[in-house]
């Protein structure tokens, strides 16, 4: 009994203060802003109403709010699709033993390093100056005019940038699995003719499913949740092109001060990511296979 006590109070000791950081931070804000999707309240006045469910009724009715929904949806499709394969095909160059190969899983990683606003700043530069000016070379005229400025072109834009910074921190994790595959099964698919992409498909991929549920979680929810560098690489432009789910929610609540169907349209947001989230690791974790 008195160890089993000490065992509680050595893990409350590490954990409890995470716990109550997590329950007041993130816990209360979650219930408040539920409560709060049932009133009226505009972010400022310190008197509101209860409105009971018309929010949620506003918000199925607001167009501008499923418009960005849907490019949110085209947005993470991108996103996940390409960060997922090019994480990928790094992390299996970069298990190869390659001279020099540390080197170069530094150099991918650093981006993840750069916060979104730095990041939006520094690439909104880079395609409003620096590749227009390689631009004027004929060989790279798709760079002559400004990427973000065409409405064509600044949501592929930040699609780039998010799998420029995403790819190396998904990469250490397919890393991860790629080491853990035990390397009597790769040489034995090798003694059997297996070798190339048919190895990867029928060998590597099944067994590095963990490492695929991970990531894909991790970018479903970073693609969703998109805000910092929308704001600051396009912010919302051109023509309100890319205005993604999230700063929606966040005008409709902060700049517009209807702050419960603000509310009400991110839990709707919440939820809609939830479920896409829990089918995601549900199908992917089916697809585990042990070595």
Same mark, same amino acid.
């Given at each position: 009994?008195?160890?089993?006590? +000490? ?54 009715? #607001? ?82 005019? +400004? ?36 390397? #009597? ?6 003694? #059997? ?57 966040? +005008?409709?609540?902060?700049?517009? +001060? #209807? ?33």
């Amino acid at each position: 009994m008195k160890k089993k006590r +000490n065992q509680v109070l050595l893990f409350l000791g590490f954990a409890g203060p995470a716990i109550l950081a997590f329950v007041f931070v993130i816990g209360w804000a979650f219930i408040n802003g539920v409560f709060m999707s049932f009133t009226d309240w505009n972010g400022i006045s310190e008197h509101f109403n209860v409105v009971g469910l018309s929010n949620y009724v506003k918000a199925f009715h #607001d167009v501008n709010f499923w418009e960005s929904l849907f490019r949110t949806f085209k947005y993470a499709i991108g996103v996940v699709l390409a960060v997922n394969i090019l994480a990928f095909l790094l992390a299996y160059l970069l298990t190869k033993g390659y001279r020099g190969q540390g080197v170069y899983r530094t150099g991918f990683f650093i981006p993840n390093l750069i916060g979104g606003v730095v990041l939006g700043i520094v690439w909104k530069f880079i395609f409003s100056e620096a590749l227009v000016q390689l631009g004027q070379i004929p060989l790279f005229g798709t760079f002559a005019g +400004n990427w973000l400025s065409d409405p064509n072109t600044a949501m592929l834009a930040m699609i780039i940038v998010a799998v420029w910074q995403m790819a190396g921190y998904l990469m250490i994790i397919y890393m991860a699995g790629i080491i853990a595959v035990p390397k #009597d099964v790769c040489e034995a698919a090798s003694l #059997d003719g297996a070798s190339g992409f048919y190895a990867i498909r029928k060998i590597i991929l099944p067994l590095i499913m963990p490492s695929i549920t991970i990531c894909s979680f991790l970018s479903i929810k970073a693609a969703f949740m998109v805000y910092d560098v929308n704001l600051t690489l396009t912010a919302g432009g051109p023509y309100k092109s890319t205005i993604m789910a999230s700063m929606h929610v966040y +005008n409709k609540a902060f700049k517009y +001060n #209807d702050f419960g169907i603000g509310q009400a349209e991110a839990l709707i947001l919440f939820l809609i990511v939830a479920v896409i989230t829990v089918i995601q690791v549900t199908v992917t974790k089916k697809k585990e296979v042990e070595a």
